[in-house]
């Protein structure tokens, strides 16, 4: 089994939608991360969380310690959304990071 | 403030050969760290390095190593190239140590493309 699952592997919506991606892991983390990779390779960091909430324009991660659980949310999605996001825990056992295998996400127009 | 530069971007090589890809942090950062990723393992992790110390190091062959100078450039070698190594490699600066560095943003680079026929 692996350590991080994240769930769709593939999102189709239409702009406007409201998108969620979550990430379930099975290990300890001190922190968990979203990246965010489009078309080309280049990767954008989006997040770093250790606890509880954070909003940043309209995306929105949230992360369960106790339930090894994020979600990652976009709220009035547009087609510029459209990417590979992926979540990344960070192990408190020696630092390392883990990745998921990504969610594709395509936004309409 | 310019971004991560990596270099070359693309690279053909063919196996048995050894390959050095360039990083070049953001100014100011101190910490890179370097990734590989292919379609079917995705993205992992290769090693950190931090004030010319290699702080953290993945589940990689010892084909696979890097070092990081005293400017914060860091290089990373792989000798014998295998098929299996044809990947983007990413890598990644902060000012700090670990994929944050104790903030919410990680810089990457372009990424350098590595084919190995």
């Known amino acids: 089994k692996n350590e991080v699952e994240q769930s769709p592997q593939n999102l189709t919506a239409q702009e406007g939608e409201f998108i969620t991606i979550n990430c379930s892991y099975s290990?300890?983390?001190?922190?968990l991360h979203w990246l965010q990779q489009h078309p080309g390779g280049g990767i954008v960091s989006l997040f770093m969380?250790?606890?509880g909430k954070k909003k940043h324009g309209r995306l929105i991660a949230t992360i369960n310690i106790q339930e090894k659980h994020s979600s990652l949310h976009i709220t009035a999605s547009h087609p510029r959304d459209s990417a590979v996001y992926i979540c990344?825990?960070?192990?408190?056992?020696?630092?390392?990071?883990?990745f998921g295998k990504g969610t594709r996400l395509h936004i309409l127009p | 403030k310019a971004g991560v530069t990596q270099t070359p971007r693309y690279l053909i090589k063919t196996r048995g050969q050894q390959v050095t890809l360039s990083c070049s942090p953001i100014?100011?950062?101190?910490?890179v760290s370097w990734y590989q990723q292919t379609p079917g393992q995705g993205l992992q992790f290769l090693f950190e390095?931090?004030?010319?110390?290699?702080?953290n190091k993945g589940n990689f062959p010892g084909r696979f190593s890097g070092r990081q100078f005293s400017n914060s450039r860091s290089e990373m070698n792989v000798s014998t190239l295998e098929l299996g190594d044809s990947a983007l490699y990413l890598c990644?600066?902060?000012?700090?140590?670990?994929?944050?560095?104790?903030?919410?943003?990680?810089?990457f680079g372009p990424g350098t493309r590595l084919t190995v026929l």
């Open positions: 990644a600066s902060s000012l700090l140590p670990g994929l944050a560095g104790g903030t919410d943003t990680q810089y």
């Open positions: 290990v300890g983390i001190s922190a």
């Open positions: 969380l250790s606890s």
């Open positions: 990344a825990p960070q192990l408190n056992r020696d630092d390392k990071i883990i």
């Open positions: 100014s100011g950062h101190r910490s």
């Open positions: 390095y931090f004030s010319e110390t290699q702080r």
